[in-house]
């Protein structure tokens, strides 16, 4: 059973930074298995960033430059590092290891 807990969303003013992180437990088949989504009050759930190998990942274009995915592999995290960060940014994050997997979330609210 994979248990994935998420940290680091908060309040954050129009430009500034945050990193989010999410602890993977127990048997994961590979930490480049995960990706990060999103989901603003009445949309749909939406890609964010995801790796695609262990060497690649790929964005959705409105956060291409300003985020960036990267793991620990000892430490089984992976973290979201959001920069110039933007009121539509605004959303529940999730992490997601696969198809079944999926942390609680955590609230990013970007405002001024």
């Known amino acids: 059973q994979v248990q994935l807990v998420e940290s680091g969303g908060g309040l954050v003013q129009p430009g500034r930074s945050l990193r989010l992180s999410c602890k993977a437990s127990?048997?994961?088949?590979?930490?480049?298995?995960m990706g990060w989504y999103r989901q603003a009050p009445g949309k749909q759930r939406e890609l964010v960033a995801r790796f695609t190998s262990a060497y690649t990942s790929t964005y959705a274009d409105y956060v291409t430059g300003r985020f960036r995915i990267s793991s620990d592999n000892a430490k089984n995290t992976v973290y979201l590092q959001m920069n110039s960060l933007k009121p539509e940014d605004t959303a529940v994050y999730y992490c997601n290891h696969g198809l079944h997997f999926w942390g609680q979330g955590t609230q990013v609210t970007v405002s001024s």
């Open positions: 127990g048997s994961i088949s590979s930490i480049y298995a």
